[in-house]
């Protein structure tokens, strides 16, 4: 079964970007017009996040998006929907990023289903551990043909990053620092090691760097050591202060990749 | 090892676990692995007992309440745990964790707090023992419990208001959590009740099981009989009653009673009662049960109680509560408030209003006259005098 985030990685292995925004902000429906700009404007792949109360794992500006995609009323149903208008048009790979509540008051088994039905390719659940999603879910991630993230840190162990290399289906997400989402300035020394550290051990599996990416300087320097990287909290900046969606998410994405 | 407390993966039934981000994992799993080996050190013990002994004023009272008693025509037995040093049951807690943290070499803590008891307990320690401490506290909360907030800073505590959601108990252990994500390897998170991913509410279940030894030899030489008919404890998230119920648990004579705080009533729309109201869900790292929409957000509890105002209760409660080994029931801000006036009319003790959801629920039962009801009175009513005179009915 074909996979759109497999076929990219086979294809493309350099400078790959990725963009987060929460579905719903800053209004209920710009998840669809967002997707669409972010493809036009050259975006590799797409990572929707489903807003969560206590997204523990954010900083403020994913933490002040997720607060109003609520009040606006998105929820699970209402993104798979609108995953399947985009699916329409957009060509490249969907992933949805989630806490895992709101996946499970949905149904973990239907949501699988349900999301790949939309056209989604691949998950990121970063409070779900590898002991659950191995023993519960694999099977049924591989039936739907959706692949899966983890996530590693700086201070992850090498016998732990090898671990979740083998849980992971599609590519890893190595987070740049010991911290929450957020821009940061520039990468320091210490990170740069890591991600030579993490480059050197040969993974079986691709990794995107995310967490302090911001413009084309933080994004090269990151892709220099890895497949590519993902940015989250820049964009939602961005995508608070957009007087025209549209036309300023393509202009950032191509000022991005430069 | 019981049915009812932690399997060697973390879990109580379906609940517990440790459903934490990756950049969290290598600090909780430092806990997982250390912190049985500490604990039972003779070193630890040692350590560990004289605190409890000398600074927090340990054993506390088995007080026979005498014309509460006569009321409820039983036999009423209160654990003076309003008795502890700062005022309640949580410093129990924090002086194991400070003592366990230093063995882990960490030189700074963190910790949360809603109305700020486990945050002046926190200080307290941190003060004792030297250590750097932040406590992140909900703006609300700060506004609405500012004699702690002051305590805390008297101890030398920087507190932090947490300004995210709906900016009390829930929203400041999320930025303690951020917190630890940021500061992954000097510093040492002290949650303050039986929730968290394993192990801390396995951890502190064993801190606060002092509780429950203590009764039941109190009892042995009271009335020559560790086993009460009932014990009575209020649940929040749940760690004075973990404390009052441990060393029960296999005797299932013992009826063990948790009181959730029903606020305006259970079905009112404002309330904590989140064995009638909540679902099976993942909140601050473990499966709990959880009050929330059908989108799995997580709704804003209320209680009259500060400490009781939490969505959900932990791992081991909602194992209990599912298997039926611990009967809950709830009482609202008012049958509370009555039971605290009632308390201090009938036995010259003001409770903290957490501890007066555990009286309030005596009403609900039929004692026989020989019964033995042990209630687990958490803390002292000081910190609520505010409450008391808004409520004003006395």
Same mark, same amino acid.
């Given at each position: 079964?074909?996979?759109?985030?497999?076929?990219?990685?086979?294809?493309?292995?350099?400078?790959?970007?990725?963009?987060?925004?929460?579905?719903?902000?800053?209004?209920?429906?710009?998840?669809?017009?967002?997707?669409?700009?972010?493809?036009?404007?050259?975006?590799?792949?797409?990572?929707?996040?489903?807003?969560?109360?206590?997204?523990?794992?954010?900083?403020?500006?994913?933490?002040?998006?997720?607060?109003?995609?609520?009040?606006?009323?998105?929820?699970?149903?209402?993104?798979?929907?609108?995953?399947?208008?985009?699916?329409?048009?957009?060509?490249?790979?969907?992933?949805?990023?989630?806490?895992?509540?709101?996946?499970?008051?949905?149904?973990?088994?239907?949501?699988?289903?349900?999301?790949? @039905? &939309?056209?989604?390719? /691949?998950? +990121?659940?970063?409070?779900?551990? #590898?002991?659950?999603?191995? =023993?519960?879910?694999?099977?049924?991630?591989?039936?739907?043909?959706?692949?899966?993230?983890?996530?590693?840190?700086?201070?992850?162990?090498?016998?732990?990053?090898?671990?979740?290399?083998?849980?992971?289906?599609?590519?890893?997400?190595?987070?740049?620092?010991?911290?929450?989402?957020?821009?940061?300035?520039?990468?320091?020394?210490?990170?740069?090691?890591?991600?030579?550290?993490?480059?050197?051990?040969?993974?079986?599996?691709?990794?995107?760097?995310?967490?302090?990416?911001?413009?084309?300087?933080?994004?090269?320097?990151? @892709? &220099?050591?890895?497949? /590519?990287? +993902?940015?989250?909290?820049?964009? #939602?900046?961005?995508?608070? =202060?957009?007087?025209?969606?549209?036309?300023?998410?393509?202009?950032?994405?191509?000022?991005?990749?430069? | 090892?019981?049915?009812?407390?932690?399997?060697?993966?973390?879990?109580?039934?379906?609940?517990?676990?440790?459903?934490?981000?990756?950049?969290?994992?290598?600090?909780?799993?430092?806990?997982?692995?250390?912190?049985?080996?500490?604990?039972?050190?003779?070193?630890?013990?040692?350590?560990?007992?004289?605190?409890?002994?000398?600074?927090?004023?340990?054993?506390?009272?088995?007080?026979?309440?005498?014309?509460?008693?006569?009321?409820?025509?039983?036999?009423?037995?209160?654990?003076?745990?309003?008795?502890?040093?700062?005022?309640?049951?949580?410093?129990?807690?924090?002086?194991?964790?400070?003592?366990?943290?230093?063995?882990?070499?960490?030189?700074?803590?963190?910790?949360?707090?809603?109305?700020?008891?486990?945050?002046?307990?926190?200080?307290?320690?941190?003060?004792?023992?030297?250590?750097?401490?932040?406590?992140?506290?909900?703006?609300?909360?700060?506004?609405?419990?500012?004699?702690?907030?002051?305590?805390?800073?008297?101890?030398?505590?920087?507190?932090?208001?947490?300004?995210?959601?709906?900016?009390?108990?829930?929203?400041?252990?999320?930025?303690?959590?951020?917190?630890?994500?940021?500061?992954?390897?000097?510093?040492?998170?002290?949650?303050?009740?039986?929730?968290?991913?394993?192990?801390?509410?396995?951890?502190?279940?064993?801190?606060?099981?002092?509780?429950?030894?203590?009764?039941?030899?109190?009892?042995?030489?009271?009335?020559?009989?560790?086993?009460?008919?009932?014990?009575?404890?209020?649940?929040?998230?749940?760690?004075?009653?973990?404390?009052?119920?441990?060393?029960?648990?296999?005797?299932?004579?013992?009826?063990?009673?948790?009181?959730?705080?029903?606020?305006?009533?259970?079905?009112?729309?404002?309330?904590?009662?989140?064995?009638?109201?909540?679902?099976?869900?993942?909140?601050?790292?473990?499966?709990?049960?959880?009050?929330?929409?059908?989108?799995?957000?997580?709704?804003?509890?209320?209680?009259?109680?500060?400490?009781?105002?939490?969505?959900?209760?932990?791992?081991?409660?909602?194992?209990?509560?599912?298997?039926?080994?611990?009967?809950?029931?709830?009482?609202?801000?008012?049958?509370?408030?009555?039971?605290?006036?009632?308390?201090?009319?009938?036995?010259?003790?003001?409770?903290?209003?957490?501890?007066?959801?555990?009286?309030?629920?005596?009403?609900?039962?039929?004692?026989?006259?020989?019964?033995?009801?042990?209630?687990?009175?958490?803390?002292?009513?000081?910190?609520?005098?505010?409450?008391?005179?808004?409520?004003?009915?006395?």
């Amino acid at each position: 079964m074909k996979n759109r985030i497999t076929e990219l990685f086979s294809k493309k292995k350099d400078n790959l970007l990725n963009v987060y925004y929460t579905a719903g902000y800053p209004k209920l429906n710009d998840t669809i017009v967002i997707a669409k700009a972010l493809e036009a404007g050259g975006a590799d792949l797409i990572e929707i996040g489903i807003p969560f109360s206590d997204p523990v794992a954010d900083g403020p500006t994913i933490q002040a998006s997720n607060k109003v995609a609520i009040d606006n009323g998105m929820n699970v149903s209402l993104l798979l929907a609108q995953v399947r208008t985009i699916r329409k048009d957009v060509k490249i790979p969907i992933i949805l990023m989630g806490y895992l509540n709101p996946v499970m008051q949905y149904g973990v088994e239907k949501f699988v289903k349900d999301a790949s @039905a &939309a056209g989604v390719d /691949g998950l +990121i659940l970063p409070d779900m551990p #590898i002991h659950v999603y191995e =023993e519960e879910f694999k099977e049924l991630f591989h039936q739907h043909n959706l692949c899966n993230t983890f996530l590693i840190s700086p201070t992850t162990s090498e016998e732990r990053i090898r671990k979740i290399d083998h849980a992971t289906h599609g590519f890893i997400y190595a987070v740049s620092s010991s911290s929450i989402t957020g821009a940061k300035g520039e990468f320091t020394q210490g990170q740069l090691d890591y991600f030579k550290r993490l480059k050197d051990l040969k993974l079986n599996n691709p990794f995107m760097i995310g967490f302090g990416i911001s413009n084309n300087a933080s994004f090269k320097k990151a @892709a &220099a050591y890895s497949a /590519g990287a +993902i940015v989250g909290s820049a964009f #939602i900046t961005l995508l608070g =202060e957009a007087k025209d969606l549209d036309s300023e998410i393509q202009a950032f994405v191509k000022s991005l990749k430069g | 090892m019981s049915k009812y407390t932690v399997d060697e993966r973390g879990y109580y039934g379906q609940f517990g676990g440790a459903y934490i981000p990756e950049m969290l994992y290598p600090n909780v799993e430092e806990l997982r692995q250390n912190y049985l080996s500490i604990i039972e050190s003779a070193d630890f013990k040692k350590e560990f007992d004289l605190l409890l002994r000398t600074y927090v004023g340990r054993p506390t009272p088995l007080y026979f309440a005498n014309r509460l008693s006569e009321k409820y025509k039983t036999k009423i037995y209160l654990k003076r745990e309003d008795l502890c040093h700062t005022g309640a049951h949580k410093v129990n807690n924090t002086i194991g964790q400070i003592l366990l943290a230093k063995r882990l070499g960490k030189q700074k803590i963190i910790a949360e707090t809603g109305a700020g008891q486990h945050g002046v307990a926190t200080a307290t320690v941190c003060a004792l023992m030297g250590m750097e401490c932040i406590v992140y506290m909900g703006k609300v909360d700060m506004e609405r419990q500012k004699p702690n907030v002051e305590r805390m800073r008297i101890l030398g505590t920087k507190v932090v208001p947490a300004l995210s959601g709906s900016m009390t108990l829930k929203d400041a252990t999320n930025e303690a959590m951020r917190h630890w994500i940021n500061n992954p390897t000097d510093t040492h998170y002290i949650i303050g009740s039986v929730v968290g991913p394993h192990p801390y509410p396995d951890m502190v279940a064993r801190f606060q099981s002092v509780i429950s030894a203590e009764i039941k030899s109190q009892l042995q030489s009271e009335i020559g009989n560790p086993f009460p008919d009932y014990v009575f404890a209020c649940v929040g998230g749940g760690s004075n009653a973990a404390g009052a119920f441990y060393h029960y648990l296999n005797d299932e004579h013992v009826t063990l009673v948790g009181v959730e705080a029903a606020g305006k009533g259970v079905d009112s729309g404002e309330s904590a009662a989140t064995t009638a109201l909540g679902k099976i869900g993942v909140l601050h790292g473990s499966k709990m049960l959880l009050m929330q929409t059908l989108d799995g957000q997580v709704v804003e509890p209320h209680s009259i109680s500060a400490g009781l105002d939490y969505p959900g209760i932990g791992p081991m409660h909602a194992h209990l509560f599912d298997v039926g080994r611990v009967k809950f029931v709830s009482a609202t801000d008012d049958e509370s408030m009555n039971a605290g006036i009632e308390l201090s009319r009938h036995e010259g003790i003001i409770p903290a209003i957490e501890s007066a959801h555990a009286l309030a629920a005596l009403k609900q039962f039929e004692f026989a006259e020989d019964d033995v009801v042990v209630v687990n009175l958490s803390g002292r009513g000081d910190k609520d005098l505010e409450t008391y005179i808004r409520w004003g009915k006395y």
